[in-house]
């Protein structure tokens, strides 16, 4: 079974400092999602990082896939109020199916 | 336009009573799938199918039965609702079985 775990599962800063989110497994997956989901929404798709040692951004949000395409990392710079929410990794199998592994999420509070 | 709907968007009933979820993709994909969000926002794959051929199938009781009426539409069907049953279900759609997901609104289901 692979599993995804992303830590920190909480977060709570102050608006305007830096905060990085890990995703990690002990499974090679074929890619890497990203997804922001809002209270009473589903989630809504950052990022795909295919590549192992690719680095995508996205205005103030830098998104990186490891080399042993195994675990990523999710990078704010001078977080906004507007960044809160859940964050989940998810992990693609192009060997069964394109199924889509979902870490277990970690929910960001920025405070202004 | 919405691009994956899902109805209802609440659903509140009785254990032992049977219901229905709907959910429609504008998006002309070939892939839906249905995920299950539990409280603490773990998210996890329930079906998918593709050109509405089952094509995943994890280990969900069989009182969960999905059906895909054509290609655009990926029903859940649920039987005998138990309290533990109780969770947001969301529905999503790909182009292929790898691509992007594009998720739904969700119904959240309490079952009292």
């Known amino acids: 079974t692979q599993l995804l775990e992303q830590s920190p599962q909480f977060l709570s800063i102050q608006e305007g400092e830096n905060l990085t989110v890990y995703c990690n497994s002990s499974s090679v997956f074929s890619s890497l999602q990203w997804y922001r989901q809002e209270p009473g929404e589903g989630p809504v798709l950052l990022v795909t990082?295919?590549?192992?040692?690719e680095v995508k951004k996205l205005k103030r949000l830098t998104f990186q896939f490891g080399d042993a395409r195994k675990d990523s990392s999710l990078h704010i710079t001078a977080a906004q109020t507007g960044d809160t929410g859940l964050y989940l990794c998810?992990?693609?199998?192009?060997?069964?199916?394109?199924?889509?592994?979902f870490g277990d999420g970690t929910t960001l509070t920025v405070k202004p | 336009d919405t691009a994956v709907s899902q109805t209802p968007k609440y659903l509140v009933t009785q254990m032992g009573n049977d219901k229905s979820i709907k959910c429609e993709q504008n998006?002309?994909?070939?892939?839906m799938y249905w995920y299950k969000q539990d409280s603490k926002k773990f998210l996890k794959i329930m079906f998918s199918y593709n050109n509405k051929e089952l094509i995943i199938n994890e280990t969900v009781p069989n009182r969960f039965s999905p059906k895909s009426p054509d290609k655009a539409h990926l029903n859940l069907h649920i039987n005998s609702l138990e309290l533990g049953d109780s969770a947001v279900y969301f529905c999503a759609s790909s182009q292929g079985r790898e691509e992007t997901q594009y998720f739904g609104p969700g119904t959240r289901l309490l079952v009292l």
């Open positions: 998810a992990g693609g199998d192009n060997t069964n199916a394109g199924k889509s592994t």
């Open positions: 998006l002309g994909h070939d892939t």
């Open positions: 990082v295919v590549t192992g040692g």
